[in-house]
């Protein structure tokens, strides 16, 4: 089967989705699939890009003969993404991918076009591409990314943009064969939004099980980083305002008393500057740049609690990525989201999930946590055995490959007819 992927986010991009789009290509073309990625220029999560990187050309990269074809495209990463300037940024990715998608699958004829989501934008790409060459389509839709809009405020629903943005979405989404995304309750969404049931495919992400060890005592990272408090309620990953992430030092104001425990976020982006000011006089709260990602078992294994903040209304939309991670090291997990979610329910018996925004409740959700070892314990053995039964990358991907190859074939099945 022949698969060309079309994802803004991809490797050497260490967290977030790029993750999982560098892990599903890689891992079909070990499967024996030929398998191409069109992706960006790295940038994430410090919304810049690296330096040993051309501005403006592209760059082709192919490990071996068993490894994906991967061509990074330039595009323009504003300094402060705002609504405004992220639709330039998804834009700019669009336009040029185009020519390279066009030429690639002229010369190779994919039988599935796998299109990651974010950006929306640049499904056009694909669309036209699948148009010309008769390749099947297939959406997954890691963010809802016109709701958060919404959810966050960067949009307002009922503007011009907002509703142009809503039909848009809605237009698109109408034109491939498959959409997935990565929980019940966001595939719930789709079926409110009039997507058919026979369209719609669940495609989790999964947790790196195997380099994600449960660490038993004390992890050497904390000496490497000079915590020396007895317990540690951490925080990894992008620092941006969709998060949530000011609770975490508004809790440890409502902690401060406490000279066991502190609060370490590790992590980079666009909030990150506002988030160290929002910290300023707490002498419980210490940040560092994001860890290595050969060092990720002993980083996670630094907590006694791990905190997922959202802010009420992404939490419907969306399921973290880190998520996944958090449970598979067998820490509980402190999280803020309405019940209904996908993440709330994901949490449950894995850890306490508190309303969005109440600081109070959060604060005394890990305080709960940190005072009692036992109820602390079963909820660490709970999340692995979660990790464990809902998170195999190899079970998630056999699914995948299944459904995809039997949409490969409907479209062989169309060309022979």
Known sequence: MKIQCLSLNYAPEEIGIA?????FAQEMSARGHDVSVLCAHPYYPQWRLRPDWPKFGYRTVRAGEAEPKVV?????????????????????????????????????????IFVVA???????????????????????????????????????????????????????????????????????????????EDKIFEFRNWANLKKVKVIEGVSPMRAELGIETEFVAYYSGNVAAKQGLEIIPEAARLLA???????????????LETLK?????LK?????????????????????????????????????????????????VVATAYPDTALAQEVAGAGLVTEPGNARAFADAIEQMLDDPEQRLAYGRMARTRALEN???????????????????????????
């Not at 000011?277 to 006089?281: H, S, T, V």
Request: aromatic share 8%; proline share 7%.
């Open 118 to 196: 974010p950006s929306l934008v640049s499904a056009v790409t694909a669309w036209v591409t699948a148009r010309l060459t008769g390749a099947k389509l297939w959406l997954h839709i890691q963010d809802f990314e016109v709701e958060a809009a919404f959810a966050t405020g960067a949009i307002a629903p009922e503007s011009r943009l907002g509703r142009a943005a809503r039909a848009f979405e809605g237009w698109m989404m109408s034109k491939f064969d498959m959409i997935s995304s990565i929980s019940g309750p966001m595939l719930d969404k789709l079926r409110s939004n009039g997507i058919p």
């Open 277 to 281: 000011r929002k910290a300023e006089g």
């Open 19 to 23: 993750v999982y789009s560098t892990g």
């Open 284 to 332: 419980n709260i210490r940040f560092y740049p994001l860890q290595p990602f050969e060092k990720l078992s002993d980083a996670l294994g630094m907590a006694d609690v791990h905190l997922l903040p959202q802010i009420a209304g992404v939490a419907e939309l969306v399921l973290p990525s880190k998520l996944t991670n958090m449970l598979a090291s067998g820490r509980p």
């Open 257 to 271: 008393e406490r000279d066991d425990l502190t609060f370490v976020i590790c992590g980079e982006g666009p909030f």
């Open 72 to 112: 990074h495209c330039p595009l323009y990463v504003p300094k402060v993404p705002t609504a405004k300037s992220r639709l330039l940024h998804y834009a700019s990715f669009a336009l040029t991918a185009f020519p390279r998608m066009i030429l690639d699958a002229a010369k190779g004829r994919p039988d599935v």
């Open 391 to 417: 998170w195999d990358m190899s079970a998630i991907l056999n699914r995948l490959e299944t459904r995809m190859t039997h949409l490969a074939d409907r479209r062989v099945s169309v060309e022979q007819f």
